[in-house]
């Protein structure tokens, strides 16, 4: 079984990959939709992302393999990184370079293998999409194309989650306590919207069907990596609120609005994702409830604080939402029964960066979101708190004047 030779610029390339902070890292969800979608869209049982190092084969996302990696001379995915296009091996027992592979002789018994290169956007093959077949067979056109396209998507994912860490990296503790500077945002501007544009407009492709039909199951899991896509598109606002809140930057368009129509269609735009937490939701409405604000920035508060319900509720919990009027106020209250806010928090909770429950490892997010909606309610001219019980749950309250 013939080796695959090392590429020219192997030291350059296994810095480049460990740069990335990817290797030996737990699964994650947006690598194993894509590898989700490779098996579906070239109908195979085996699909992965597959990263080499200098000795090894790691898959950093798989479908089909049992195996967390494979020795690098056995891999097929170390002659990929070799081209710039996608390797396609019709029969591996009828090639020279694999027939006695202990991957084609032994399991998984590989007959059929794509793999499209990792291409990072400075030029270097970290590893491959790649999807195996157990039988020999043809690859169309239109799905190689689909490869290429799940590849990039790949690295995009990667630059992106580097590029978060490294931004993130950047802040130190004068910057969390004070403000973003403009260094830092510029970051956050091209390092992350960059890639996310990227991977949003690939996803939107794809589910636009001008790369060919694709199936009910496919479509779901497009819808479901273009959702997530919009939920880190929103971490990255947050970022940038939070630095125009620093600067006296946010603006607001204030008109006479109601406030029972934005929190009910708040209700309304995020039901779906209540349901996907297995989630409920009411809402006791108080009738017309006119204040004076920017419709914009309340329904911004309202998604903050319904998607905090839902982020830290258990399945087949309850969430209350309800709007009253006494005394010249309007108040607005979400209640959820979870755990309840723990105490070593619940003195600095709306300050930047603070984060409930078991926070950023399993409930991802900035840590930012409570403290712009508090911004923007005192910017209205009204107050914002909470009130919670250890195992019992949370009510987040705001109030803003009446008109």
């Given at each position: 079984m013939?080796?695959?030779?090392?590429?020219?610029?192997?030291?350059?390339?296994?810095?480049?990959?460990?740069?990335?902070?990817?290797?030996?890292?737990?699964?994650?969800?947006?690598?194993?939709?894509?590898?989700?979608?490779?098996?579906?869209?070239?109908?195979?049982?085996?699909?992965?992302?597959?990263?080499?190092?200098?000795?090894?084969?790691?898959?950093?996302?798989?479908?089909?393999?049992?195996?967390?990696?494979?020795?690098?001379?056995?891999?097929?995915?170390?002659?990929?990184?070799?081209?710039?296009?996608?390797?396609?091996?019709?029969?591996?027992?009828?090639?020279?370079?694999?027939?006695?592979?202990?991957?084609?002789?032994?399991?998984?018994?590989?007959?059929?293998?794509?793999?499209?290169?990792?291409?990072?956007?400075?030029?270097?093959?970290?590893?491959?999409?790649?999807?195996?077949?157990?039988?020999?067979?043809k690859?169309?056109?239109?799905?190689?194309s689909?490869?290429?396209?799940?590849?990039?998507?790949?690295?995009?994912?990667?630059?992106?989650?580097?590029?978060?860490?490294?931004?993130?990296?950047?802040?130190?503790?004068?910057?969390?306590?004070?403000?973003?500077?403009?260094?830092?945002?510029?970051?956050?501007?091209?390092?992350?919207?960059?890639?996310?544009?990227?991977?949003?407009?690939?996803?939107?492709?794809?589910?636009?069907?001008?790369?060919?039909?694709?199936?009910?199951?496919?479509?779901?899991?497009?819808?479901?990596?273009?959702?997530?896509?919009?939920?880190?598109?929103?971490?990255?606002?947050?970022?940038?609120?939070?630095?125009?809140?620093?600067?006296?930057?946010?603006k607001?368009?204030?008109?006479?609005?109601?406030?029972?129509?934005?929190?009910?269609?708040?209700?309304?735009?995020?039901?779906?994702?209540?349901?996907?937490?297995?989630?409920?939701?009411?809402?006791?409405?108080?009738?017309?409830?006119?204040?004076?604000?920017?419709?914009?920035?309340?329904?911004?508060?309202?998604?903050?604080?319904?998607s905090?319900?839902?982020?830290f509720?258990?399945k087949?919990?309850?969430?209350?939402?309800?709007?009253?009027?006494?005394?010249?106020?309007?108040?607005?209250?979400?209640?959820d029964?979870?755990?309840?806010?723990?105490?070593?928090?619940?003195?600095?909770?709306?300050?930047?960066?603070?984060?409930?429950?078991?926070?950023?490892?399993?409930?991802?997010?900035?840590?930012?979101?409570?403290?712009?909606?508090?911004?923007?309610?005192?910017?209205h001219?009204?107050?914002?708190?909470?009130?919670?019980?250890?195992?019992?749950?949370?009510?987040?309250?705001?109030?803003?004047?009446?008109?």
């Open positions: 013939p080796a695959a030779p090392l590429p020219a610029n192997e030291k350059e390339r296994l810095e480049r990959l460990r740069r990335y902070g990817i290797l030996d890292t737990p699964p994650e969800d947006a690598f194993e939709r894509i590898v989700r979608l490779a098996a579906k869209v070239l109908d195979v049982p085996i699909a992965t992302i597959s990263l080499i190092d200098d000795g090894r084969q790691w898959f950093k996302a798989r479908v089909g393999l049992d195996a967390p990696e494979t020795a690098r001379d056995a891999a097929f995915c170390a002659h990929a990184i070799l081209g710039n296009d996608v390797l396609v091996v019709d029969d591996a027992t009828q090639d020279p370079r694999f027939s006695d592979n202990p991957l084609v002789t032994g399991d998984p018994k590989i007959r059929f293998y794509a793999g499209a290169p990792l291409t990072t956007h400075d030029g270097y093959n970290l590893g491959t999409v790649c999807a195996i077949d157990k039988r020999p067979r690859i169309t056109a239109e799905q190689k689909l490869l290429r396209d799940l590849s990039a998507l790949a690295v995009d994912q990667m630059e992106l989650r580097a590029a978060g860490r490294d931004a993130l990296a950047q802040v130190d503790e004068r910057i969390r306590i004070d403000a973003f500077k403009s260094a830092f945002i510029s970051t956050v501007n091209h390092e992350l919207r960059t890639p996310l544009t990227s991977i949003i407009g690939a996803v939107e492709l794809i589910n636009s069907g001008a790369a060919g039909d694709v199936s009910p199951e496919v479509a779901e899991l497009l819808t479901i990596a273009g959702r997530n896509s919009a939920v880190l598109l929103r971490l990255i606002n947050d970022l940038l609120d939070s630095a125009k809140i620093a600067d006296g930057d946010m607001f368009d204030v008109v006479v609005v109601d406030l029972d129509r934005i929190a009910s269609e708040s209700v309304e735009n995020i039901a779906n994702y209540f349901r996907d937490h297995h989630v409920a939701v009411t809402y006791t409405r108080a009738g017309e409830t006119l204040v004076k604000a920017d419709k914009v920035r309340l329904t911004q508060v309202m998604n903050n604080l319904l905090n319900a839902v982020k509720s258990p087949g919990a309850d969430v209350r939402v309800s709007l009253s009027k006494r005394d010249g106020q309007a108040e607005v209250s979400v209640t029964r979870a755990g309840g806010i723990p105490e070593s928090i619940r003195g600095r909770l709306f300050q930047k960066f603070v984060q409930g429950e078991q926070g950023i490892a399993e409930r991802p997010g900035t840590g930012l979101g409570l403290s712009i909606a508090k911004a923007i309610i005192e910017q001219g009204g107050k914002i708190g909470f009130d919670t019980e250890t195992g019992a749950g949370t009510r987040f309250y705001f109030t803003l004047p009446l008109i």
